[in-house]
T-cell receptor, first 114, second 111 residues
Framework: EPEVTQTPSHQVTQMGQEVILRCVPISNHLYFYWYRQILGQKVEFLVSFYNNEISEKSEIFDDQFSVERPDGSNFTLKIRSTKLEDSAMYFC????????????FGQGTRLTVV | KQEVTQIPAALSVPEGENLVLNCSFT??????LQWFRQDPGKGLTSLLL?????REQTSGRLNASLDKSSGRSTLYIAASQPGDSATYLCVPQGGNTPLVFGKGTRLSVIA
């Protein structure tokens, strides 16, 4: 069964360093998303991406964050200068259509900023 | 702004029991509602998707119902098993707005 794949599963980085989280969405999906979940808290929306551009972003998604679809299969989230409060589980998701179609999530990347 | 409330926040039941998880949401203008399961420290697994035109959806031992006008959904789990232990998340989807998550219901099924 097709699935969303995220790498790495766990990343530890020093404060101030840049990190890139990688995702391979399901191949025929057109809409891509990043969400995050700080330990013990709700899952929060970061950004949605369609047709090679950001379609919506939350207030969390500030200038330190960027997304890219560098080729036909990968979808990446870059955090330019990590802060301690960026420590969280980051989930990539994809869907065939927009928010009215079923979303499939990856297993997440646990980011720990030290 | 959509808000999701799930009751109970936590539930512990003996194996074999049938149980119901409740979800309410404030904005009934939704296209569909998705139920997810999250194991500790893991990703989100989609369980069921109910379209707004549907009243219920079934998958194996799971049955989800939707009352869009009253902003409610329930997830019924039949004959619960220890492997069902997880957090269950109800996620209404409206228009092109992002998914809005509540805190979920943390279920423990005791063998």
């Amino acid at each position: 069964e097709p699935e969303v794949t995220q790498t790495p599963s766990h990343q530890v980085t020093q404060m101030g360093q840049e990190v890139i989280l990688r995702c391979v969405p399901i191949s025929n999906h057109l809409y891509f998303y990043w969400y995050r979940q700080i330990l013990g808290q709700k899952v929060e929306f970061l950004v949605s991406f369609y047709n090679n551009e950001i379609s919506e972003k939350s207030e969390i998604f500030d200038d330190q964050f960027s997304v890219e679809r560098p080729d036909g299969s990968n979808f990446t989230l870059k955090i330019r200068s990590t802060k301690l409060e960026d420590s969280a589980m980051y989930f990539c998701a994809s869907s065939v259509g927009g928010a009215h179609t079923e979303a499939f999530f990856g297993q997440g990347t646990r980011l720990t900023v030290v | 702004k959509q808000e999701v409330t799930q009751i109970p926040a936590a539930l512990s039941v003996p194996e074999g029991e049938n149980l119901v998880l409740n979800c309410s949401f404030t904005d009934s203008a939704i296209y569909n509602l998705q139920w997810f399961r999250q194991d500790p420290g893991k990703g989100l697994t989609s369980l069921l998707l109910i379209q707004s035109s549907q009243r219920e959806q079934t998958s194996g031992r799971l049955n989800a119902s939707l009352d869009k006008s009253s902003g409610r959904s329930t997830l019924y789990i039949a004959a619960s098993q220890p492997g069902d232990s997880a957090t269950y998340l109800c996620v209404p989807q409206g228009g092109n707005t992002p998914l809005v998550f509540g805190k979920g219901t943390r279920l423990s099924v005791i063998a």
